[in-house]
T-cell receptor, first 117, second 113 residues
Framework: AQTVTQSQPEMSVQEAETVTLSCTYD???????LFWYKQPPSRQMILVIR??????QNATENRFSVNFQKAAKSFSLKISDSQLGDAAMYFC??????????????FGSGTRLLVRP | NAGVTQTPKFQVLKTGQSMTLQCAQD?????MSWYRQDPGMGLRLIHY???????DQGEVPNGYNVSRSTTEDFPLRLLSAAPSQTSVYFC????????????FGSGTQLSVL
């Protein structure tokens, strides 16, 4: 089964500090895509960062970066200089190729991030 | 620049009622999908479509129907609502390339009593 696991239901970080959210996944594919989406209280789903599995270099978007360990099937999200606006639910997702060459996103159960002022 | 428009935002149904959740996108995306979000379970795929006239089932299709008569629209029909269908529903669209970002609608909070 191809699954995505987020083992931390909730994390807390002090404003301006760094926090890392964990994600592991299971796949038999060699080439795929991984994503982190953010869902603030507004409920809107926002793409934070994307990683292509064939690229060894870890993706970075401003204060957000990933630690992609392909062999370990691990894809953690690091948020530096945390801000109050980072408080949200964070979902890790894996893009699975389907038989008809389309795809579906498989989501983890989410990690709620609290930011303390 | 509308993106993905999803209506209604909130809906309350009685068990056995039917309804349609509307979804429209103006980005000429081939790929459209419906997800449901339940606490502690993330988002799960209900149905998806790779183009007009083409639909297929996702992980949790039972109790739902979809159709794709145009590139822009992808409505989700609840045939006979059940309390187990109480959830938040999201429509999403993208280009067919699976490395592309999914654009999500604002969600529908559905309660079935």
């Amino acid at each position: 089964a191809q699954t995505v696991t987020q083992s931390q239901p909730e994390m807390s970080v002090q404003e301006a500090e760094t926090v890392t959210l964990s994600c592991t996944y299971d796949t038999s594919e060699s080439d795929y895509y991984l994503f982190w989406y953010k869902q603030p209280p507004s409920r809107q789903m926002i793409l934070v960062i994307r990683q292509e599995a064939y690229k060894q270099q870890n993706a970075t978007e401003n204060r957000f970066s990933v630690n992609f360990q392909k062999a370990a099937k691990s894809f953690s999200l690091k948020i530096s200089d945390s801000q109050l606006g980072d408080a949200a639910m964070y979902f890790c997702a894996y893009s699975r190729l389907l038989m008809d060459s389309s795809y579906k996103l498989i989501f983890g159960s989410g990690t709620r991030l609290l930011v303390r002022p | 620049n509308a993106g993905v428009t999803q209506t209604p935002k909130f809906q309350v149904l009685k068990t056995g009622q039917s309804m349609t959740l509307q979804c429209a996108q103006d980005m000429n995306h081939e790929y459209m999908s419906w997800y449901r979000q339940d606490p502690g379970m993330g988002l799960r795929l209900i149905h998806y479509s790779v183009g007009a006239g083409i639909t297929d089932q996702g992980e949790v299709p039972n109790g739902y129907n979809v159709s794709r008569s145009t590139t822009e629209d992808f409505p989700l029909r609840l045939l006979s609502a059940a309390p187990s269908q109480t959830s938040v529903y999201f429509c999403a669209s993208s280009y067919r390339d699976r490395g592309k970002k999914l654009f999500f609608g604002s969600g529908t909070q559905l309660s079935v009593l």
